[in-house]
């Protein structure tokens, strides 16, 4: 009882947006072990086989230590609770490109299409067997997508079918010291650190808060709003370093919106940073037109993000 109300207070303050993550560069490795070692009595009573197929070479990312652990953790529970006894349980760590590539594989029950599309829902399950004895709320999946994308990641699901077991695979920015270095050797790291004043705007609000809570853990100071009319009253106050603007929005677009806080004396030196869906050259050409400065095709890298803000607090306090 105590670890699904734990796990109710968890989904709540993440959907809220009151968790403060603990940031620091770490090793993916490390989370994957001590993940393994938290849910292993588990493994062990249901007499599974677990492979972990890591590479040699740190798997650097920026990051909440003990968060991520939950996320594997979860992943590697669901596996558990959902491969009959015997079964086998392989992840597979590896890089690609800019991110790396968690993969949870198990050869369980499997899931059919209408779950698969829908089992990062809170509350959603498979079938389980009539005793229901490894039964739980169906929290820890829509736990661990909720906190993937507090990090700039993605999770997915996939299963060929029932009886054919799943995989689960957790996508997370690949951290790099090449241009945080640089911008502390010409600009120094406090330089690179200082707050600045955000507007945000995005009508989706999921992916506001999560944004504006992964902004306020880096000390900057963020007001939201969720329509084009909402931004340009905030901006008059606010008067902010950085707008991070959603280009869909449900009065006016966000191109006509930064051409309006273009216009006012409040924000016209603002840094405009598109964040959109679209990836078209013709859709960056139109964004770049009405005044932005960066163009980020969401879900939106978290860690590029953050050397754009370094870049701003920069200009503005240099040496």
């Not at 993440?14 to 588990?42: F, N």
């Not at 993969?103 to 299409?113: K, L, Q, Y």
């Not at 689960?168 to 050797?185: E, G, M």
Request: proline share 4%; with cysteine; net charge negative.
């Amino acid at each position: 009882m105590t670890g699904l109300v734990d796990d109710l207070l968890d989904v709540s303050r993440v959907t809220r947006g009151l968790v403060s993550l603990s940031t620091q560069v770490l090793d993916l490795r490390k989370v994957v072990d001590d993940a393994a070692e938290q849910i292993r009595p588990l493994i062990a009573t249901r007499r599974h086989t677990v492979v972990l197929d890591l590479p040699l070479e740190a798997a650097t990312v920026k990051g909440d230590h003990k968060r991520l652990v939950q996320v594997v953790a979860n992943l590697l529970n669901n596996a558990n609770k959902y491969t009959p006894e015997g079964g086998r349980i392989e992840l597979r760590l590896r890089q690609d490109d800019g991110e790396y590539v968690l993969t949870v594989t198990d050869d369980g029950i499997g899931m059919e299409p209408a779950l698969v599309a829908r089992v990062f829902d809170l509350f959603s399950q498979a079938e389980r067997t009539p005793d229901r004895s490894q039964g739980g709320l169906g929290l820890g999946l829509a736990l661990a997508k909720s906190l993937v994308e507090l990090h700039g990641g993605s999770v997915s699901a996939d299963s060929p079918g029932l009886g054919k077991g799943s995989s689960f695979t957790v996508r997370l920015p690949r951290h790099t010291q090449d241009l945080p270095v640089s911008i502390a050797q010409s600009r120094g790291q406090a330089t690179a650190a200082t707050p600045l004043k955000v507007l945000l705007v995005d009508d989706n609000l999921d992916a506001a808060h999560t944004l504006q809570l992964f902004l306020g853990a880096g000390g900057h100071t963020v007001e939201v709003a969720y329509c084009g009319a909402d931004a340009v009253d905030v901006a008059r106050v606010f008067e902010p370093d950085v707008c991070l603007l959603d280009i869909g929005l449900p009065d006016f677009d966000g191109n006509e919106l930064a051409r309006r806080l273009r216009r006012m004396p409040q924000s016209t030196g603002a840094t405009l940073i598109a964040m959109t869906g679209y990836g078209r050259q013709q859709d960056r050409e139109a964004a770049m037109a009405a005044g932005f400065d960066h163009y980020m095709v969401k879900p939106v890298n978290t860690v590029e993000l953050s050397d754009r803000l370094a870049e701003v607090a920069a200009q503005q306090h240099p040496r």
